[in-house]
T-cell receptor, first 114, second 118 residues
Framework: AQKVTQAQTEISVVEKEDVTLDCVYE???????LFWYKQPPSGELVFLIR??????QNEISGRYSWNFQKSTSSFNFTITASQVVDSAVYFC???????????FGAGTRLFVKA | GAVVSQHPSRVICKSGTSVKIECRSL??????MFWYRQFPKQSLMLMAT?????????EQGVEKDKFLINHASLTLSTLTVTSAHPEDSSFYIC??????????????FGDGTRLSIL
């Protein structure tokens, strides 16, 4: 079965704090793709990153970084020096090659207070 | 690049009305588009996969006759909520991937349609 678990429903931090959003996935496919999307209050989904199952290199993009660990089936997302504009719901997603469908985690709502 | 446009952004209508939502890929061809539904404070639930020139593939539990999908061209898919009732009120989002059904590219999402049935 394919599954994405985001155990943190809501996180609240103060501006400039670092915050890590957890994502644990399950799949039997050996080839799969992991994604993070941001959904601000306006509702649109914004693509942040894609990782394929053969690339465990961590990635950094500005204040954002991602830690992919196949051994623990996790794909965690860290925001460094958070800002109010980071307040949004963040979804982790898995596309599995068995069906090429994408399933989403439940999302983590991040509140960044000034 | 890879822009998906969804229209309308918001609909408020009376119970019994049928509502059509359009999803267009503006700068790429999308042989496959996806329709999702999102309830407040919940995740995206895949409703159906829309395939250009053929019938849509619906997820289990989604009524085909209630949610009609038409994908008549490589850049346009439409979702029609037929005889909508208050329980159909939700946020509907479409998406498309560059490269088609078996592409590993990220999905690009429309801005969503907030449907409210009175």
């Amino acid at each position: 079965a394919q599954k994405v678990t985001q155990a943190q429903t809501e996180i609240s931090v103060v501006e400039k704090e670092d915050v890590t959003l957890d994502c644990v996935y399950e799949t039997r496919d050996t080839t799969y793709y992991l994604f993070w999307y941001k959904q601000p209050p306006s509702g649109e989904l914004v693509f942040l990153i894609r990782r394929n199952s053969f690339d465990e290199q961590n990635e950094i993009s500005g204040r954002y970084s991602w830690n992919f660990q196949k051994s623990t089936s996790s794909f965690n997302f860290t925001i460094t020096a958070s800002q109010v504009v980071d307040s949004a719901v963040y979804f982790c997603a898995l596309t599995y090659t068995g069906g090429f469908k994408t399933i989403f985690g439940a999302g983590t709502r991040l509140f960044v207070k000034a | 690049g890879a822009v998906v446009s969804q229209h309308p952004s918001r609909v408020i209508c009376k119970s019994g009305t049928s509502v059509k939502i359009e999803c267009r890929s503006l700068d790429f061809q999308a042989t496959t588009m996806f329709w999702y539904r999102q309830f407040p404070k919940q995740s995206l639930m895949l409703m159906a996969t829309s395939n250009e020139g053929s019938k849509a593939t619906y997820e289990q539990g989604v009524e085909k006759d209630k949610f009609l999908i038409n994908h008549a061209s490589l850049t346009l898919s439409t979702l029609t909520v037929t005889s909508a009732h208050p329980e159909d009120s939700s946020f509907y989002i479409c998406s498309a991937r560059v490269g088609g059904f078996n592409s590993n590219q990220p999905q690009h999402f429309g801005d969503g349609t907030r449907l409210s049935i009175l």
